[in-house]
Structure formats: C-alpha cells, structure tokens
C-alpha cells in the first residue's frame, strides 16, 4: 500500500512538471540543425547591465525579467554565460553568440503563458542539456497542486523531471481534487 501512495505521487510530480515545462517532440529533435528553425530570441531587461568579455559574462541586476517563447522568468539578479562564437573559435558563421548557462537568483519566479508556476531563491539554465535546475526551497505549482523538495531538476527536452530531498526533509506533494466533467 505505502508503495503505490509512493508511486502516485511520482506519477503526479511527474505530471505536474511536465505542465508547466514544455517538451520537445522527437521528430524536432532528429532535424538536421540547418532546417531547424531560427530559435526565439531571450529579452532581458533590468535596471542595470553589466557585461565582461573577458569572463564572458553578462550580468543582469534590479527588477530583471527575461522572456523566451512562452515562459518568462523574474528575479532580483540574473547571469548570462555564452560561449565563443564561431566566428571567435575560427569556424566562420557570422559573429553568433551562443548561451552556455543563465543562473537567476533572488526572489526566483518562472510564469507560462499557459499556466502554471515555479519559485525558488536560484534557477540555473543550461541551455545544451535543455536542463532547469531550481534551488532554495523550490516549488511548482499547477493550479492548486504543488510539488516541493530542496532541487527540483526539470530535463526538458526528455519530459522528465528529479524532485530531491535532503535528509532532514522529504519531498512533498499537494494534489488536489478534481471533480468530475459531466
């Protein structure tokens, strides 16, 4: 019995997450990358901006929020990591800068469009793996039901999600009723 409670409430985590992170289909994913199309531009805005070329590094401070595609991201600071352009590396293509990571942090807030909602003190974005990783007390809510741990690790390209405890806590769903469509 405890056994099949456990097993609900991971298909229910599950669940959850993968409502409020989008997933990518198998058949984009096979696409050769020079008919895949342009991706969405990410647009940051703060109160401040600092950038080091050196360390390749933007940083982002005050009332920043960055959007892409169909979810924005609120947070007091934020850290943008790009790699070199190819340009830089000597493989041509033009002066494109590509993203390694972005870390938001501070009062962390992801909102979609379509729904659904997750906070934490620290979101780390690595945009290779298409991996979130949410840290600080972290929480996801759809509707009214949540999930809570200490990391809560979403894999977005694979529809799958890792919620993570500590020893001194354990991870933590709320499922709500749902009446019946009649």
């Known amino acids: 019995m405890k056994g099949a409670k456990t097993r609900i409430a991971i298909l229910c985590a599950y669940c959850l997450l993968s409502l409020l992170f989008p997933t990518v289909t198998l058949s984009e994913t096979v696409q050769k990358e020079e008919e895949a199309p342009e991706p969405e531009p990410i647009v940051i805005t703060s109160n401040t901006l600092e950038m080091n070329n050196e360390l390749k590094v933007v940083t982002f401070k005050g009332d920043v929020k960055a959007k892409k595609d169909n979810f924005v991201i609120n947070c007091d600071n934020m ?45 780390i974005y690595h945009q290779k793996d298409e ?8 929480i996801v809510e759809q509707g009214n039901d949540l ?31 749902r009446s019946p469509k009649r």
């Not at 991996?131 to 972290?138: D, R």
């Open 79 to 123: 850290l943008v990591y790009y790699e070199k352009s190819p340009a830089e590396s000597g493989k041509g293509d033009g002066n494109k800068t590509r993203i390694d990571k972005i870390v938001a942090s501070g009062n962390v807030i992801i909102n979609r469009a379509k729904g659904g909602k997750a906070t934490a003190e620290k979101a």
């Open 147 to 177: 999930v809570k741990g200490d990391r809560i690790t979403i894999f977005l390209n694979e529809d799958r999600s890792i919620v993570e405890s500590s020893e001194d806590s354990k991870v933590s769903v709320t499922i709500s009723p």
């Open 131 to 138: 991996k979130m990783v949410l840290m600080g007390n972290p």
